[in-house]
Nanobody, 115 residues
Framework: QVRLAEYGGGLVHPGGSLKLSCSTS????????MAWYRQAPGKERELVAH???????NYGEFVKGRFTISRDWPRSTAYLQMNSLEPEDTAVYYC?????????WGRGTQVTVSS
């Protein structure tokens, strides 16, 4: 059974930083692409960042160099380092992987950027 668990969300001031973690089990992490999505109230879920099994990355246009996705194979964990956070980044952030022929999602972690 695929399990994805996000950690690290919270309340942060504008300009601040957070690092999200996605702990995985039930997958062969070494060969699995991972991604972070987010969904703000009243908006559709959107891609934040994607990392291939080989470490190639791509980001949503709104990221503008502020976020970095990474992966740690021995720990089977993916990360999202977020810097220069803005109120518009407020959303629930979800971890994703494609495994067993389908989308797999975590439950999400809330990120709130507010003064």
């Amino acid at each position: 059974q695929v399990r994805l668990a996000e950690y690290g969300g919270g309340l942060v001031h504008p300009g601040g930083s957070l690092k999200l973690s996605c702990s995985t089990s039930g997958i062969n992490f070494k060969i699995s692409a991972m991604a972070w999505y987010r969904q703000a109230p009243g908006k559709e879920r959107e891609l934040v960042a994607h990392i291939s099994a080989g470490g190639d990355t791509n980001y949503g246009e709104f990221v503008k160099g502020r976020f970095t996705i990474s992966r740690d194979w021995p720990r089977s964990t993916a990360y999202l380092q977020m810097n220069s956070l803005e109120p518009e980044d407020t959303a629930v952030y979800y971890c994703w992987t494609w495994y067993y022929g389908r989308d797999n999602w975590g439950r999400g972690t809330q990120v709130t950027v507010s003064s």
